[in-house]
């Protein structure tokens, strides 16, 4: 997702499988939150496409 989605994020949520909204929904519910104020603040943009690793690592 990160090579084809510029603005993707990740969240990693420990001992959690594919129900996390139910086996943490507090934490869950704070990351969509965030997320979601972040959004509509204009703040979560694309990441520098430097940050991408075929731009890091050139196999001339």
Do not use: C, Y
Request: hydrophobic share 40%.
């Amino acid at each position: 997702m990160k090579r084809t989605i510029p603005a993707s994020g990740l969240a990693i949520l420990p001992k959690t499988g594919h129900t996390l909204n139910l086996e943490e929904p507090a934490m869950f519910n704070a990351l969509v939150a965030d997320f979601l104020a972040q959004v509509e603040q204009g703040a979560w943009r694309p990441r520098d496409p430097r940050s991408n690793p075929a731009e890091i690592v050139k196999t001339s």
